[in-house]
């Protein structure tokens, strides 16, 4: 059963109806983030990816609940025209956790991260949320220190996160060492070998592995029963078919890079432009890869919220 969502907070968000019947019946509920829609993929594709992706998550036995900030209020799913408004208004921001208080305050229209995903997921009472990549360490954090809010809210807010790992544009060696400081527990479904975003290998070992969804949410479901409170990241291989080798897409991000460090841009810019720059130099192939990954993780997640609430009894 959904556990009672704090007065002050009903004052600010609103519960699609499907995503309120199905949190009161206990039944399996997937975040989704909007970032991906508003800053992640070109328009109309946007749209066409998350409608999809809304109907994978159906398939595979849960309710979706895409998440956003639209004048002011917190949504918990989306009507079609909240959607395409999110997919098409250029007054839509990409915001994190620290930019929520702004973004209601004043009334804003906000497409929120992985972590601020996460944490309008926890306070609807939803355990298991679908993305693409979760951000990171950035590389040249060392003189930057720009390292992704995902990671803090990882350490701190009790949803998993289903992904395929870390975008490869990041310092995914660093990343996976502050997820251990923090005692997030990293998965990888089917594979000991972590994932690189476009890639299934990163050359880096997966701290921990699991064979099934089911067991993943055994782990959730331990997790937390233990009063261990935080999020868990199950990374999730991209489909082979649609993979871009490490080696093939290694170029292209440090061309990328290049031209990132030319503009000079910094700070929430980065992973908009990068993913953009991309989709450019690859010729429309990362775009398609990333739209094979999302649909993936969607599908991995819908089965890990059913073996989640079943558990729950």
């Known amino acids: 059963m959904l556990t009672p969502i704090p007065a002050q907070v009903t004052q600010l968000m609103d519960l699609h109806p499907e995503v309120a019947a199905a949190l009161t019946a206990g039944h399996p509920v997937v975040a989704l983030e909007s970032t991906i829609i508003s800053h992640g993929m070109p328009y109309p594709q946007n749209v066409e990816m998350a409608t999809g992706v809304e109907t994978i998550v159906r398939e595979n036995g849960a309710t979706p609940a895409t998440i956003a900030v639209l004048g002011g209020r917190l949504k918990v799913g989306l009507t079609p025209d909240e959607l395409e408004q999110l997919a098409s208004d250029r007054r839509v921001q990409k915001i994190s956790t620290r ?84 005692g997030v527990p990293t998965l990888t479904l089917g594979s000991e070998e972590f994932p690189a975003f476009y890639s299934r290998r990163s050359g880096f070992a997966s701290p921990l592995t699991v064979q099934t969804e089911a067991e993943a949410a055994r782990v959730l479901h331990a997790k937390w029963t233990l009063g261990l409170t935080g999020g868990v990241l199950l990374a999730n291989p991209i489909p082979e078919d649609a993979e871009i080798p490490a080696a093939e897409i290694s170029p292209h991000i440090e061309q990328a890079l290049a031209d990132m460090a030319a503009l000079g841009l910094t700070g929430k810019a980065t992973t908009p432009y990068l993913l953009g720059r991309l989709v450019e130099i690859t010729g429309g192939r990362s775009l398609a890869a990333n739209i094979a990954l999302v649909r993936h993780n969607a599908a991995v997640a819908a089965r890990v919220a059913s073996a989640y609430a079943a558990l729950q009894g």
């Open 99 to 182: 930019d929520l208080p702004f973004t209601v305050a004043l009334g804003g229209h906000g497409a929120t991260t992985v972590a601020a995903t996460m944490r309008i997921a926890a306070l609807a009472g939803i355990r298991v949320f679908a993305t693409g990549g979760t951000g990171g360490v950035h590389r040249g954090a060392s003189e930057s220190m720009d390292i992704s809010a995902d990671l803090t809210e990882l350490a701190r807010t009790d949803v998993c996160v289903v992904s395929a790992g870390v975008k490869s544009i990041l310092d995914i060696g660093l990343t996976l060492e502050v997820l251990e400081t923090h």
